[in-house]
């Protein structure tokens, strides 16, 4: 049963990633490839403020993603004036920078021999100590964080993204402050890429730069993209199908080193079937034109 | 020390340089972020480990093979995924994606292959050069004659024959191109073969100095990125200029910093171009109205 619980809180993880993503590239047309960054900002900073100032949990989380969102406008404002490939250059030089320092700053992070011994979660003062309580926790964090990406989604502000994807110049014709736009939606895909990043830190108990690697910003953006970008079902959907798909190689009675490459290997190839026959992924209205 | 840092410096610079190169060829001319690229770079590689260790074949032909390997596979890439995307007029958006999905496929296909573990080539100790109180192994002196070669021949040719026109012709207007004749599509697997062939070239002279591991291309890719950027997207001498600069900046982090700091600072130079030089060293700087393509 433990089984099915940790399937569970890795879909809660990779849902709200895929999710606060979405909001970047699926909504506002701005494909980033430094969302494992932010992702790790989440971790190190949520962990770093419960083992070195005694904070709980959830306040940990919640300062934790205003940090982020705050380092997010290092890469926003800067990179605002660049278009497409120059843009996605740019987050990708974020990402590698970010790594690059969690991996080297060793006197705050410990460098790559990682934090362990991360506290466990206490909600309410009920320690989430099974597996039950954490999927119980991280999915009801994924709940609320849909709920309030689908309201911003759906708020004036998310159709004014909308507009901003699908013409930046008509947009700003008719007044909008297209810049300022963009870099509240990438903050705001900041603060919610750090509540995973918290997630993952309680669940694990131990932290280390790996998990936040240029890779995975590609696997996220996959998950956004074959799920379907632009959509509030489709990052969802895309997360339960890439978490699940290296368990239905086990069942296969794949051995695990082959099926970790297997794994890339599939997801990579429909990235490329996708685009070529179906850009908007699964249940995606945006496709990237 | 200074001097030995400066020959390790122009060194990695002319590999950088080498890849730079191939990279602005195919980036120049058909604008696909083409991070498949760095795949072509990892399978050059492991196709000379595999031809010079495995079939025991003599080195100059496993460099051969390997370069060929790059190039068909750069070639491959155009013409089952990039060219039908061109067709249908994709955004430069999907290509990158496409071009993603394309290397973690297939440097996972290396890594099932061959291995996850780092491979040397050469085992043992390299026989080495002394030249002005520098020392530098053989493969390395070779490094340098094959750019020192390459570079500037590729350089003038782009820019003084009727190929080299041609290959502008279309990286300043694709349709224009189109509209006077020019085979446009033969004009893009021309520059993929060749782009990929330099980055196969730059693999297997690296393999051979250090080794590789599935996973090289993508560092390498990134940097030959910034070296165009840096350099100037858009000419053909930027990317070398770019990649020469870099290869001197990273032997210089690697002298007063530390090594590990590499790429963060390799990142930090390209986001401070972003920010004040979007069009790099080597281009001039375009009037308003040029900068729509």
Redesign the interface.
């Given at each position: 049963m433990n089984y099915l619980w940790h399937i569970l809180v890795m879909i809660s993880i990779y849902a709200i990633l895929a999710a606060s993503l979405n909001l970047v590239t699926g909504y506002s047309g701005l494909?980033s490839l430094c969302h494992a960054a932010f992702y790790g900002i989440g971790a190190y900073v949520t962990t770093l403020l419960m083992m070195r100032a005694g904070f709980g949990f959830l306040p940990a989380m919640a300062l934790g993603a205003a940090l982020t969102a705050l380092i997010s406008l290092a890469i926003a404002i800067?990179?605002l004036?660049?278009r497409?490939?120059?843009f996605?250059?740019?987050t990708?030089?974020?990402q590698?920078?970010i790594?690059?320092?969690l991996?080297?700053w060793v006197s705050l992070t410990q460098g790559p021999y990682g934090i362990p011994g991360i506290p466990i979660p206490v909600i309410l003062g009920i320690p989430v100590d099974t597996v039950f309580r954490y999927a119980l926790l991280s999915g009801a964090l994924a709940v609320a964080c849909l709920v309030m990406i689908r309201a911003v989604a759906r708020s004036p502000f998310g159709r004014l993204l909308r507009a901003v994807r699908d013409d930046e110049i008509a947009a700003a014709a008719l007044g909008k402050n297209v810049p300022r736009i963009k870099i509240t939606v990438f903050a705001l895909g900041a603060a919610f890429a750090a509540v995973p990043g918290a997630l993952f830190a309680g669940y694990m108990r131990f932290i280390d730069p790996t998990s936040f690697t240029?890779?995975e910003a590609?696997f996220i953006?996959?998950i956004v993209?074959i799920g379907g970008a632009g959509s509030l079902a489709g990052p969802v959907l895309g997360a339960a199908f890439m978490v699940l798909l290296p368990e239905a190689l086990r069942f296969l009675q794949m051995p695990d080193a082959?099926a970790a490459?297997?794994r890339?290997?599939i997801?990579?190839?429909?990235?490329?079937v996708l685009?070529?026959f179906r850009?908007q992924g699964f249940l995606g209205k945006y496709?990237?034109? | 020390m200074l001097l030995q840092l400066l020959a390790n410096g122009l060194v990695n610079g002319c590999m950088i340089a080498l890849m730079a190169l191939g990279y602005a060829l195919i980036y120049n001319t058909t604008?696909i972020?083409h991070v498949a690229h760095g795949a072509a770079y990892t399978a050059a590689a492991y196709l000379c480990y595999l031809l010079l260790i495995v079939f025991k074949w003599p080195l100059l032909l496993a460099v051969v093979g390997g370069v060929a390997a790059a190039a068909l596979l750069g070639v491959t890439m155009e013409l089952a995924?990039y060219a039908?995307?061109y067709r249908r007029g994709?955004?430069?958006?999907?290509?990158?994606?496409?071009s993603?999905?394309?290397?973690?496929?297939?440097?996972?296909?290396i890594?099932?292959l061959f291995g996850n573990e780092t491979k040397v080539l050469r085992p043992g100790v390299e026989k080495t050069c002394r030249l002005l109180g520098v020392i530098l192994t053989r493969i390395q002196v070779a490094e340098v004659v094959v750019a020192a070669v390459l570079l500037p021949l590729l350089v003038l040719f782009l820019k003084r024959t009727l190929w080299g026109k041609i290959i502008r012709g279309v990286r300043d207007n694709p349709v224009l191109a189109e509209v006077l004749g020019i085979d446009l599509m033969a004009v893009r697997i021309a520059v993929f073969a060749a782009g990929s062939a330099l980055a196969g070239m730059a693999a297997c002279l690296t393999a051979l100095d250090v080794g590789m591991d599935p996973q090289v291309g993508?560092p390498v890719l990134?940097t030959a990125?910034?070296a165009l950027?840096v350099g100037g997207v858009g000419t053909f001498e930027g990317p070398v200029i770019g990649g020469f600069l870099l290869g001197l900046i990273q032997s210089l982090i690697v002298w007063k910093i530390?090594a590990?700091?590499t790429?963060?600072i390799?990142?930090?130079v390209?986001?401070v171009f972003?920010?004040f030089r979007?069009e790099g060293i080597a281009s001039r700087r375009r009037r308003l109205e040029e900068s729509a393509a």
């Open positions: 494909l800067p990179s004036r660049l497409g490939d120059y996605v250059l740019a990708l030089g974020f590698v920078i790594f690059g320092v991996y080297n240029l890779a590609i953006l996959s993209v082959v490459n297997m890339q290997i997801y990579g190839l429909l990235l490329v685009m070529r850009p496709g990237f034109e | 604008r972020f995924v039908p995307l994709a955004s430069d958006l999907i290509s990158l994606i496409s993603l999905g394309l290397y973690v496929a297939l440097v996972n296909l890594a099932l993508m990134l990125a910034v950027i530390s590990q700091w790429d963060v390799t990142f930090g390209l986001i972003l920010v979007p």
